[in-house]
């Protein structure tokens, strides 16, 4: 996107909120919004992928990531238009991959509580998805299935795609350990021909977590060091650092942490304003730990 001169704008942490974000940008900007969530023809481009599966492999299964269940969706409208036109005999069983940290889709159709928190997989990190119901209605109706993988999967299956030569991101390698899990569990049967959907390329990841590795300069880092152990207060901050400088300029370091959403208030004591790390903080230790 870069490369072609597009502005980029990050805004919040999840997909959702991206999404409104740009729902806002454009009725505030006179802009046209072409994300699939908000967009219908959007909706409609994604569903062609069902006819190019159908011309290559004609699929038994098809295995989704799945956040906002957009994607999912599209597939499903594209595989019913060949079923209405009699192209194809029966629907694929569309399978909906989620993580077990972030799974409001596949939670449930497995029937099991729903969890909404950070996953690595960024693009599925989506806590309330615009078309759950719609993703859904295209897995029961296919006679399909949901799997959730662990954050320590990712891993794995980025890896897999690797060896295969495909520079996937995390929410797209979703799809290796559903695929596993599946096969172990027998649910494929002989003769099956299962598409795995790879979406997303693995620069996107890899460059958002590296920007945000080396936009932190060492001193804003040794302030996240010292509030991962307590909050604390400018005063006391400047007195723990071991770099000597000048008062004034600690205070700036604590305003663009703060404005970059790593730190936050605390609590206030009398005039004393003591601030703490925000889970995005503790996130980015943990990538410089890594």
């Known amino acids: 996107m870069i490369a072609f001169g597009a502005k980029i704008i990050r805004y919040g942490d999840s997909v959702d909120e991206c999404i409104e974000y740009a729902r806002e940008l454009s009725r505030l900007n006179g802009l046209y919004d072409i994300t699939p969530e908000n967009n219908i023809i959007g909706l409609e481009g994604q569903k062609t992928l069902a006819f190019e599966l159908w011309e ?94 662990s954050e320590d999967e990712l891993d794995f299956g980025e890896r897999a ?14 799809v290796i350990p559903a695929l596993v899990k599946l096969h172990e569990s027998g649910y494929f049967e002989k003769g099956d021909k299962v598409a795995l959907i790879v979406t997303g390329s693995g620069l996107k990841s890899y460059y958002v977590e590296e920007r945000e590795r080396f936009s932190i300069g060492g001193t804003k880092l040794e302030i996240l060091k010292l509030l991962r152990e307590k909050p604390m207060y400018g ?25 970059l959403g790593l730190i936050e208030e605390a609590y206030k004591r009398g005039r004393r304003v003591y601030y703490k790390l925000t889970e995005k903080g503790e996130r980015l230790l943990e990538n410089f730990e890594e």
């Not at 999912?72 to 629907?91: C, D, H, N, T």
């Not at 991959?97 to 960024?122: D, H, M, W, Y």
């Open 161 to 174: 795609l690797a060896k295969e030569g495909v520079f996937a991101e995390y929410s797209s390698a979703v």
């Open 56 to 149: 290559e492999i004609n699929p038994t299964h098809v295995i989704v990531p799945t956040g906002s269940g957009s994607n999912i969706y599209s597939i499903y409208k594209g595989f019913r238009e060949l079923l209405e036109i009699g192209a194809i005999e029966e629907l694929p069983k569309l399978i909906a991959v989620q993580t077990e940290n972030c799974s409001p889709i596949a939670a449930e159709i497995l029937g099991k509580e729903s969890r909404r928190e950070f996953t690595k997989a960024l693009g599925l990190y989506v806590k309330d998805p615009i078309n759950k119901e719609l993703a859904i209605k295209a897995v029961r109706e296919s006679n399909g299935t949901a799997v959730v993988v």
């Open 235 to 259: 005063y006391e901050i400047w007195e723990n650092l071991e770099k000597p400088m000048k008062y004034q300029a600690v205070y700036q370091h604590i305003k663009e942490l703060e404005a």
